[in-house]
């Protein structure tokens, strides 16, 4: 059984992952407007993924017998001014995001929720991923600089991107 406060923080969590969906939503079609078509590609898997998160966690209440509550999604940006900015806003995101994890954590271990505790590590281990991927890009961005020619090869490199659905939600 999930406490009370533990269904809010976990319905505030996928209300995060669904915003979080829509960001990077927001930054594939800003990137499928200038025509850089493997940003967009690369974020629009991200997009998926972060629909994932939030499925993954709707799956854990429902398997509880906790009520899923969609709460409002706030609006995002729409243009960014070059790829770095996004891989930027990105890596600072998923930092964000990693802390919203590990405060469930500390949560779930102050309430002795194992169960929670055993779902929260997914997350805890793919935020792990999630932080080393948009630090290569802001990385691989930052040394591109203003080269255009190097933009494009990144951009070759983003479009070969593929999703895969995490073996949780097979
Ligand atoms: Fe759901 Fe990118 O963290």
Known sequence: MITKTMQNAINKQINAEL??????????????????????????????????????????????????ILLPIDKVDSEWKNPLDMFKQTLKHEKEVTEM?????RMAMN????????????????QVEEEENANDLVDDFSR??????????????????????PEILK
Do not use: C, P
């Open 101 to 105: 994890i590990n405060e469930l954590v």
């Open 111 to 126: 309430e002795g929720d194992f169960a929670t505790l055993s779902r929260l590590q997914w997350f805890v281990d793919e």
């Open 144 to 165: 591109a600089g203003n080269d255009f020619g190097t933009i494009l090869e990144l951009d070759s490199k983003l479009a070969e991107r593929e999703y895969s659905k």
């Open 19 to 68: 915003w979080s969906a829509y960001l990077y939503l927001a930054m594939s079609m800003d990137a499928e407007a200038k025509a850089l078509k493997g940003i967009a590609n690369w974020f629009f898997v991200q997009w998926l993924e972060e629909q994932d998160h939030a499925r993954i966690f709707q799956n854990y209440m429902n398997s509880s017998g906790a009520k899923v």
